[in-house]
């Protein structure tokens, strides 16, 4: 079955931790990236990697850090230094940058 | 930086009724696509334009692209409750990334 994995799909953390959040593709993209989603908001780029070992700041970049050591992986770090995490995470891919983008379903993350 | 701007932000309608999203940029689009977002899901593409005055239709949705490739529309005849979530039209920039309207939430009053 073909598609992006996220996982977990909830997450709580603890004030001043540290959490990754795991991304994996089996479609063969070359480019990936990170979203964020406030509650009735829209999509706010955080990083993104066209190729791997290359990976790019987004909009919202502050507080997080990601790796592609590999094609099909891509997964992003939520640092304690994101001081408001609380946020519905979307991990996407495309065959290239600029092309349809096709998202997983999702990881909930939650301050407590 | 390029922006696309997405009105409106909400519209509430009977079932049955008609909704209607726009996207409007100020710069000429080379092309533009459409995702659908349901409550608590994902987003989900829909379609791409590319071509000046494009029309698309995908049973009750109905896709335009401006002739000066400036805007777009996607309009639902009849709405349902399967058509509930949000719209979010996307453009892509001269960098190749895709830029995201902030969508348009289509609640169906009850």
């Known amino acids: 079955d073909g598609g992006i994995t996220q996982s977990p799909k909830y997450l709580f953390r603890k004030e001043g931790q540290n959490v990754t959040l795991s991304c994996e593709q089996n479609l063969n993209h070359d480019a990936m990236y990170w979203y964020r989603q406030d509650p009735g908001q829209g999509l706010r780029l955080i990083y993104y990697?066209?190729?791997?070992?290359?990976?790019q700041k987004g909009d919202i970049a502050e507080g997080y850090s990601v790796s592609r050591e590999k094609k099909e992986s891509f997964p992003l770090t939520v640092t304690s230094a994101q001081k408001n995490p609380t946020a519905f995470y979307l991990c996407a891919s495309s065959r290239w940058a600029g092309n349809t983008i096709y998202f997983g379903e999702g990881s909930w993350l939650t301050v407590v | 930086g390029q922006q696309v701007m997405q009105i409106p932000q909400y519209q509430h309608v009977q079932e049955g009724e008609d909704f209607t999203t726009y996207c409007n940029s100020s710069t000429t689009l080379s092309n533009i696509q459409w995702y659908k977002q349901r409550p608590g899901g994902h987003p989900v593409f829909l379609i791409q334009l590319v071509k000046s005055g494009e029309v698309k239709k995908q049973k009750r949705l109905t896709f335009q692209f401006g002739e000066a490739k400036k805007n777009s529309s996607l309009h639902i005849t009849a709405t349902q409750t399967t058509d509930v979530g949000t719209y979010f039209c996307a453009v892509r920039d001269s960098n190749y990334q895709l830029i995201w309207g902030a969508g348009t939430k289509l609640i169906i009053k009850p």
């Open positions: 990697s066209q190729i791997v070992n290359d990976f």
